[in-house]
């Protein structure tokens, strides 16, 4: 699992309270059975009632961070959900230090015992947050929502799945590169035409009424699974078309040229896909 990739994010609060009310459970069972860096040597006749608030804090700060991150607007990836688990480690150890020194050993506050406290806190949470980033991704990446997302895309080819979503598929094309570091937005009466170039796509489009190409690193074949619409067809193998931007077009049943508008070559549908661009063209185009 690469830093960059994609890590499918939590949806609800009821989804949130879950999993970490989970990591505060697998938490507290790991000091009671294991009892870690002198644990063990605690004695007290409700020693296991006094080491709850661990638990108690692991899942408060699970559940906070979470609800946070929710409101993130950008991709998630699996980069940003460690930084986050270091975060909640980094609050797991402050709010422990503090129940630790004002309610169990009563001793004065220091910065080097919070360290202490903090090099705790990792040791013991590593293992645990281990299983909680690969239990997470697992399970919602088999969730029906998350895979509804996805939809025709890969899940290494997206980017901010939410964002596309929330865009109306009518007015706007989402176009996400390969690797996933660019995300464009046309409306779909701005695009005009993609070329494939080796592993690249050019992109043709209007931006504020100027012509405009853009390369960007994606297969035809992806690009026409982000973008395809009615008018907007593979119309050869190197080539994708909105067809409402055909000015004219000519040919038979071995093979047609169309023009765009602004352009000043003409472009060729191949025989493969004539039957089915013919009509759309008949319907979109004006031919002269």
Not at 43 to 53: D, G, I, Q, R, V
Not at 188 to 201: G, H, K, L, P
Not at 206 to 222: P, V, W
Request: hydrophobic fraction near 45%; glycine fraction near 2%; aromatic fraction near 14%.
């Amino acid at each position: 699992m690469k830093l960059s990739t994609l890590y499918p994010e939590s949806r609800s609060g009821k989804e949130i309270i879950l999993t970490s009310s989970l990591v505060g459970i697998l938490f507290y069972i790991l000091l009671i059975v294991y009892q870690p860096f002198g644990t063990s040597q605690f004695e007290h006749t409700f020693k296991y009632l006094l080491l709850a608030p661990y638990a108690i804090i692991t899942t408060f700060s699970f559940y906070i961070v979470n609800i946070l991150s929710m409101q993130w607007k950008k991709k998630w990836t699996t980069g940003r959900e460690i930084l986050k688990i270091f975060l909640i480690l980094f609050i797991i150890s402050i709010l422990a230090y503090f129940y630790n020194t004002l309610f169990l050993s009563r001793v004065r506050l220091s910065f080097e015992n919070f360290l202490y406290m903090f090099a705790y806190s990792v040791a013991i949470g590593t293992p645990v947050s281990c299983i909680y980033i690969l239990a997470k991704y697992i399970y919602l990446s088999n969730n029906s929502q998350f895979n509804e997302e996805e939809g025709n895309l890969e899940s290494d080819n997206i980017a901010d799945t939410d964002h596309c979503l929330a865009i109306e598929r009518s007015l706007k094309l989402c176009i996400i590169s390969e690797n996933s570091n660019i995300f464009m937005e046309i409306a779909v009466e701005d695009f005009v035409f993609a070329e494939a170039a080796d592993n690249y796509c050019v992109l043709h489009f209007y931006e504020n009424d100027i012509l405009k190409n853009e390369i960007i690193r994606i297969s035809l074949t992806k690009l026409l699974d982000q973008i395809q619409r009615d008018n907007i067809r593979k119309v050869h193998r190197s080539l994708i078309v909105n067809l409402k931007k055909v000015i004219k077009f000519k040919g038979n049943t071995s093979g047609y040229s169309i023009t765009l508008e602004n352009m000043n070559k003409e472009l060729r549908v191949s025989r493969n896909y004539i039957s089915s661009v013919a009509p759309l063209l008949k319907k979109f185009a004006i031919r002269p």
